[in-house]
């Protein structure tokens, strides 16, 4: 397979790197030197809720991170005259493209009852986008 010369704007990467410089979060050490690192990203927030989508991209321009986090809440009340907000669903996924292609991604999820499951690792041929 052919790449041409990655087009690299150092200013940039640099000062976009920063905004999302935890995209080695939750990646075991043995694996960071097996990942494409990004350089620059775009990162969305959803200004309703409790969300974000951030994709990273590598020197050609190639997606090599993806994370997305959310948490959905719903108003309660015992006596309805005091109200509460409590967490009902939510997840937090980092996917990172392997130098091999493959996709190591990590999942993490609230349950309907507000517990968070363990986090579990996974492998796809794709972006789990």
Known sequence: M???????NLATARSEKRDDARWLDDLPPA?????????SFTVHREYEL???RSFGYDAYDLRCFYHHSY???????DNDEDFYTVVTRGETLRAWRLRDDRWLTWRRTVCPDGSVS????SFSPTCPV
Request: a positive charge.
């Open 71 to 77: 948490v959905l809440t719903e108003t309660r009340s």
């Open 31 to 39: 694996w960071r030197d097996m990942v494409v690192a990004p350089i």
């Open 50 to 52: 409790a969300a974000s």
């Open 2 to 8: 052919f790449f041409p010369p990655p087009r690299l």
């Open 118 to 121: 363990r986090g579990f690792y």
